[in-house]
C-alpha cells in the first residue's frame, strides 16, 4: 500500500519560512515524479512544484519561482518543500503527489498524501 504522508503546515506570519516534509513509503519511487500541489480556499487545487526522483530535475510555477524549493532524501524516501518569503496568498492546504511522469495536472499524479495546512497571516 502506497502513503504519502505530509507534515509540516503551520500558522506563519507574512515574510516568514516554513518547511513541509512529504515521508513516502510503500514502494519504490524510483523512476517517478514527485509533486506538492495546493488547494486555497474556494479554489481549485494548483501545481506548486515538482522534482525528478532520480536526477532532482525541478520545475515551479511562476507564483513560487524564486521562493520556494523543492528537494528530496532518496535515502530517507522524503519530498520537502522550503517555503520562504511567505504571503497571505500562499494560504492553502499543500499536498504531496507521486507519479509516473512529469506534469502539471493533478490527473498525472497517482497517489497522493491527505495534505497539510499552511496559514499565512498579513
Known amino acids: 500500500q502506497v502513503q504519502l504522508v505530509e507534515s509540516g503546515g503551520a500558522l506563519v506570519q507574512a515574510g516568514g519560512s516554513l518547511r513541509l516534509s512529504c515521508a513516502a513509503s510503500?514502494?519504490?519511487?524510483?523512476?517517478?515524479?514527485m509533486g506538492w500541489f495546493r488547494q486555497p480556499p474556494g479554489k481549485e487545487r494548483e501545481f506548486v512544484a515538482h522534482?525528478?526522483?532520480?536526477?532532482?530535475?525541478?520545475y515551479y510555477a511562476d507564483s513560487v519561482k524564486g521562493r520556494f524549493t523543492i528537494s528530496r532524501d532518496n535515502a530517507k524516501n522524503t519530498l520537502y518543500l522550503q517555503m520562504n518569503s511567505l504571503k497571505p496568498e500562499d494560504t492553502a492546504v499543500y499536498y504531496c503527489?507521486?507519479?509516473?511522469?512529469?506534469?502539471?495536472?493533478?490527473?498525472?499524479?497517482?497517489?497522493w498524501g491527505q495534505g497539510t495546512q499552511v496559514t499565512v497571516s498579513s
Open positions: 522534482i525528478t526522483w532520480i536526477g532532482g530535475t525541478t
Open positions: 510503500g514502494r519504490t519511487f524510483r523512476g517517478y515524479a
Open positions: 503527489a507521486a507519479g509516473s511522469r512529469l506534469g502539471v495536472r493533478v490527473d498525472e499524479y497517482n497517489y
